[in-house]
């Protein structure tokens, strides 16, 4: 039962996470991102930072004393890796509910030949700067912010904290990771990868991974200038909580970046930091939005006015209340495969039994006055 609590509660939340419009209040918010251009040249002076080193353990202080200034307690988890140590920065803005949270990762360690300024202060820069500006914000679901240490060995500080750290009791909705965000200094960086999860070591998460991402593109959509393009998520710190079953999603630059990638030249003037600020407002908005950190989201907006599906999460079942003639409706999958199609009469039981657990759309078309609605239906059993 408590498995199918937890289901249902990430697939509403996915659901409502599915039906944004654009909000004057998270617009507001992302007016607050500052130029992130004095901060990338401090990260990127530090110098080259691989494990073990003390730029590492610089940076660290750095990052820190920034969480420290904008009023969080950061917390170091340490971890061994051979005879070094490495360490996570994490500092959470609890929210309303105490169990539920997003994670926003991005490592802060570099290859040692690369100070790194793309990979990954960019994603540094834009913790530091939701960091900030949520500060003082009340989240219904939590925001936990985690820079990780030892990713270029493979996910080590990452890999720890999911096996370690995590905590039984929280629910993770979704872990957002920033690697490399921006592009390259003179090409065309309008374009962003929104990463979703298409890895089939589980597939039981792919399909939520896929309306999350979905819905993290209309955000960039919605508030950047940037132009979302769906992607598939590897080698970077999602991969760990991806391999435990969570829904993950990742930002990461679209533009190729390769003659600097992991090279010294890895600097900020190779970088287009116009760019990588559109990101930044993109994962802002993000944040709000999945947090529900205004307050503006509720299932009830995800149910049109005309029809009603019951019961919503459905078991076998389906009726649609509201209909005084025949309809035709249509089940799709997340996926946008057909997976059923009849014509209803008022009060008819829609059979499910062919349908696994999962979220899907209804459509239904009103031959009369030819009103096609869509609706988000839950099967649970
Ligand atoms: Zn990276």
Sequence with gaps: MQKLYYFVSVILFALTANAQVFNQSISDKIQKVDSVLNQLIVYENIGTKPTGSPALLETLQWITNKYRFYGYAPVIDTFKIGSNESYNIIIEKQGTNPNKWIIIGAHYDSVDESPGANDNGSGVVATLQIARIIKDLIPKIGVRIINFGAEEQGFIGSSHYVKNKLLTSDSILLMLNLDQLGGTKGEDNSKIYCERDEDTNPSSNNSLSSLMTDTLSNLISLYTNLTPVISDA????????????????????????????????????????????????????????????????????????????????????????????????????????????????????????????????????????????????????
């Design 234 to 381: 590897y080698s970077s710190d999602y991969v760990p909580f991806e391999n435990e079953g969570m829904i993950i999603a990742g930002l990461y630059q679209e533009s190729d970046y390769s003659d600097h990638y992991h090279k010294s030249t890895d600097l900020v003037s190779n970088m287009d930091v116009d760019a990588t600020v559109e990101v930044i407002k993109g994962t802002l908005a993000a944040t709000l939005y999945f947090s529900k950190m205004n307050g503006f989201i509720s299932v009830n907006e995800v149910r049109n006015k005309y029809y009603d599906l019951n019961p919503n999460p459905a078991v076998n079942y389906l009726t649609i209340s509201g209909l005084i003639n025949p309809v035709s409706i249509e089940i799709f999958n997340t996926q946008g495969s057909k997976l059923l199609s009849q014509e209803v009469c008022p009060n008819e039981k829609i059979k499910l039994f062919d349908l696994s657990n999962g979220l899907y759309t209804v459509s239904i078309l009103n031959h009369i006055n030819n009103l096609k609605i869509h609706s988000k239906l839950i099967i649970a059993r």
